[in-house]
T-cell receptor
Framework: QKEVEQDPGPLSVPEGAIVSLNCTYS??????FMWYRQYSRKGPELLMY????GNKEDGRFTAQVDKSSKYISLFIRDSQPSDSATYLC?????????FGRGTSLIVHP | NAGVTQTPKFQVLKTGQSMTLQCAQD?????MSWYRQDPGMGLRLIHY???????DQGEVPNGYNVSRSTTEDFPLRLLSAAPSQTSVYFC?????????????FGAGSRLTVL
């Protein structure tokens, strides 16, 4: 079992929907939590970064970490077709992050 | 500012051939790493380096060699290619050991081994 688990999807939603992407992790020592976005045939790019528990908001994106339940979430408000991509969660306690398998998101017009 | 540059973008090899995937970064990052990405498997760490002259194995190191003679470059060598090494390879770098969680990725190298 991987240390970071993520449902691969695909998740298909209509434009304008609120999207919830989730991961769970098993290592209590993890302190860093990231979301990367990867467009088709491109490299992953950092979307959100949080340290320890709590929420972080950036425009239409909100990252949430609940360390008590070891749950990582990414919310996308007013989703757009340009949000269609694979979203990778990642977590780490030292300098090497552990990645989930990624969730494929499709936002259709 | 180019970031992380990988070459080649595409490569086809025959079983048993060797080759080197190149990775260069111009951000003066201490930490560099190589991942492979396969369908349903996510990103798996092959090798990493925390500075020039220092390398270590990741989750799936067998069949691959690395070296780090300069801060900028971190080549990945396939010693004797096998069909199981067909994958997309990503090089990633980060500012330092404490900030290595925030990775900057290259565009990827797509390798097919026949």
């Amino acid at each position: 079992q991987k240390e970071v688990e993520q449902d691969p999807g695909p998740l298909s939603v209509p434009e304008g929907a609120i999207v919830s992407l989730n991961c769970t992790y098993s290592n209590s020592a993890f302190q860093y939590f990231m979301w990367y976005r990867q467009y088709s045939r491109k490299g992953p790019e950092l979307l959100m970064y949080t340290y320890s528990s709590g929420n972080k908001e950036d425009g239409r994106f909100t990252a949430q970490v609940d360390k008590s339940s070891k749950y990582i979430s990414l919310f996308i408000r007013d989703s757009q077709p340009s949000d269609s991509a694979t979203y990778l969660c990642a977590s780490g306690g030292s300098y090497i992050p552990t990645f989930g398998r990624g969730t494929s998101l499709i936002v259709h017009p | 500012n180019a970031g992380v540059t990988q070459t080649p973008k595409f490569q086809v090899l025959k079983t048993g051939q060797s080759m080197t995937l190149q990775c260069a970064q111009d951000m003066n990052h201490e930490y560099m790493s190589w991942y492979r990405q396969d369908p349903g498997m996510g990103l798996r760490l092959i090798h990493y380096s925390v500075g020039a002259g220092i390398t270590d194995q990741g989750e799936v190191p067998n069949g691959y060699n690395v070296s780090r003679s300069t801060t900028e470059d971190f080549p990945l060598r396939l010693l004797s290619a096998a069909p199981s090494q067909t994958s997309v390879y990503f090089c990633a770098s980060a500012a330092g050991a404490s900030g290595a969680n925030v990775l900057t990725f290259g565009a990827g190298s797509r390798l097919t081994v026949l």
